[in-house]
């Protein structure tokens, strides 16, 4: 199949269907119904296999800490950056919430929870700690 034909199929961009479920709270992925890996951030085709056989999942938005670093900025807050391994076998990259960024540990569980946006930026997903601290 050909990148055009592929686009005439299309609807909407994967890009804007992910925004439309970030918009809802939803932390949206696909599954390549070929292999059944989880195929995230979202795109046309599946990345190693080439298929087009995508099927759109909403996650569970619980996860574990992969890896993560704190950030320091002159004049600012220190934050924190994770690579966050959710349950259903992607990754994604944001920051974790409502801790110190000190304390933030690989192997965490996390639970989603989506940023609101504002005009000029949308949705977007971050984490906080799961267990109550």
């Given at each position: 199949?050909?990148?055009?034909?592929?686009?005439?199929?299309?609807?909407?961009?994967?890009?804007?269907?992910?925004?439309?479920?970030?918009?809802?709270?939803?932390?949206?992925?696909?599954?390549?119904?070929?292999?059944?890996?989880?195929?995230?951030?979202?795109?046309?085709?599946?990345?190693?296999?080439?298929?087009?056989?995508?099927?759109?999942?909403?996650?569970s938005g619980r996860g574990a800490v992969y890896a993560t670093t704190v950030i320091h900025r002159r004049n600012e807050a220190p934050y924190?950056?994770?690579?966050?391994?959710?349950?259903?076998?992607?990754?994604?990259?944001?920051?974790?919430?409502?801790?110190?960024?000190?304390?933030?540990?690989?192997?965490?569980?996390?639970?989603?929870?989506?940023?609101?946006?504002?005009?000029?930026?949308?949705?977007?997903?971050?984490?906080?700690?799961?267990?109550?601290?």
């Open positions: 199949m050909t990148a055009q034909t592929l686009h005439e199929r299309c609807e909407k961009s994967p890009t804007e269907t992910y925004l439309e479920h970030c918009r809802r709270g939803e932390l949206a992925y696909q599954v390549c119904r070929d292999d059944g890996r989880a195929v995230f951030y979202p795109r046309l085709l599946a990345p190693g296999s080439g298929s087009d056989n995508l099927e759109w999942r909403v996650s924190n950056l994770a690579m966050v391994e959710l349950d259903e076998g992607f990754h994604l990259m944001s920051r974790i919430e409502d801790i110190d960024p000190e304390e933030v540990r690989i192997g965490m569980r996390v639970r989603m929870r989506m940023h609101p946006g504002s005009e000029k930026q949308a949705p977007y997903p971050v984490f906080v700690p799961e267990a109550p601290r």
